[in-house]
């Protein structure tokens, strides 16, 4: 027994399925990666383009330690993890992730919370 055998799909159909992975495979990567001149960092603070993202994991990790930690044990339990993420970082990525990472963290922790981040950082 022969299985009939399905005619090819139009070039045109294949064209735009081509285009449109091409696009939607565009649109993906460009959401992963922010220019180096991000506007969330001040002119004033030196990160390299590479280490953009450590500088704003650090920022939005301070953010974090403020508005989600209720008392000194949640907060001890969250400066423990944020030097985990740092030796991880310093491991596993480079010295200059590492130290993003930590200029972020201290620069969104004062402007958080400038009183909390004088008894942590001071």
């Known amino acids: 027994m022969r299985l009939p055998i399905k005619p090819p799909l139009p070039r045109a159909t294949i064209s735009a ?19 180096s001149s991000d506007p ?3 002119p004033e603070v030196v990160v390299t383009g590479a280490d953009t ?9 301070a953010s974090a330690l403020v508005t989600e930690c209720s008392d000194d044990d949640e907060r001890g339990l969250r400066l423990l993890d ?3 993420r740092e030796t991880n970082l310093r491991s596993r990525i480079g010295d200059s992730a ?16 400038d009183s909390l981040a004088s008894v942590i950082l001071d």
């Open 82 to 84: 944020i030097r985990a």
């Open 40 to 42: 969330a960092i001040p």
């Open 98 to 113: 590492a130290d993003a990472y930590v200029s972020g963290f201290e620069h969104g922790l004062r402007a958080a919370s």
């Open 53 to 61: 993202s450590a500088w704003l994991m650090g920022k939005e990790h």
């Open 17 to 35: 399925i081509a285009v449109a992975l091409a696009a939607s495979l565009i649109v993906s990567i460009a959401g992963h990666f922010r220019p």
